[in-house]
């Protein structure tokens, strides 16, 4: 009967000094201001563990001291390490990190071009800068020198003459030239990121592309801007190599 009494009494003892010492720990865990759910809240110490809900919430057994561990993929390992201060508060927020993601690593090679310009070359671009030159000079007020004041282009006028004239008595239509279609069809962004072309190329690649007699096929009637831009492709490409073995 004793050995009986002392027993109760023990499991008594144990029981109280258990609760006394452990108690259940309530809280959440968020990651900018999100709660988060499946985390797995772990005590190191007695080596248990919980996972918390749909809203971010856990219960887990813990003592003053005891080390928590905060776990979930794409995040930041997280550990604290409870007060007696958590354990009377008994809601305790956790705020975990998310992971940064790496950046791949990114490998630029330098391509050096060079371009060697010919007398001949040297002697066409001035003919061109003097032609343009002229074409831009001031025009007298009161005089008619038979051209359009204020702004439409050659390529323009060119494309509406002949449109005028189709299907009547062939007249003379003043011609373009291929380097100023290709100039004011496309900015200089299309010849540097599009054809991959310095700034300095621009020039000599029109050039270039004019010595070539299909480019008078872009200057016809039936022509568009995308016969010319795969006209400029296919010679960017010639251009490239003919660098390259020079």
């Not at 009494?5 to 109280?16: G, K, N, P, V």
């Not at 071009?113 to 007298?140: H, P, T, Y």
């Not at 008619?144 to 002949?162: A, P, S, Y």
Request: glycine share 4%; with cysteine; proline share 2%.
């Amino acid at each position: 009967m004793k050995l009986k009494l002392l027993l109760i009494l023990f499991a008594c003892t144990s029981q109280l000094i258990y609760s006394q010492t452990h108690k259940l720990l309530r809280g959440k865990v968020m990651s900018d201001n999100f709660l988060l759910q499946n985390v797995d809240v772990i005590n190191k110490d007695t080596q248990t563990g919980t996972r918390t809900n749909e809203k971010g919430e856990f219960i887990l057994s813990a003592n003053v001291n005891d080390s928590i561990l905060f776990y979930v993929k794409d995040y930041t390992l997280k550990g604290i390490k409870l007060s007696l201060e958590d354990l009377q508060t008994n809601n305790i927020i956790v705020r975990i990190d998310k992971t940064p993601e790496e950046l791949k690593e990114v490998i630029i090679h330098r391509v050096d071009i060079g371009w060697k310009f010919d007398e001949k070359l040297e002697r066409q671009k001035r003919k061109e800068a003097e032609v343009l030159k002229k074409s831009n000079a001031l025009k007298v007020q009161g005089v008619n020198n038979g051209t359009i004041e204020n702004g439409m282009d050659f390529v323009e006028i060119g494309r509406k003459l002949g449109r005028l004239f189709k299907g009547k008595d062939k007249k003379e239509i003043p011609e373009i030239e291929f380097k100023e279609l290709a100039t004011t069809s496309f900015d200089e962004k299309f010849y540097t990121e599009t054809l991959k072309l310095k700034k300095e190329e621009i020039e000599p690649f029109l050039t270039f592309c004019n010595f070539d007699p299909e480019s008078k096929n872009t200057l016809s009637e039936n022509s568009n801007d995308l016969m010319l831009m795969d006209f400029l492709y296919k010679k960017s490409i010639e251009f490239k190599k003919i660098n390259t073995s020079e």
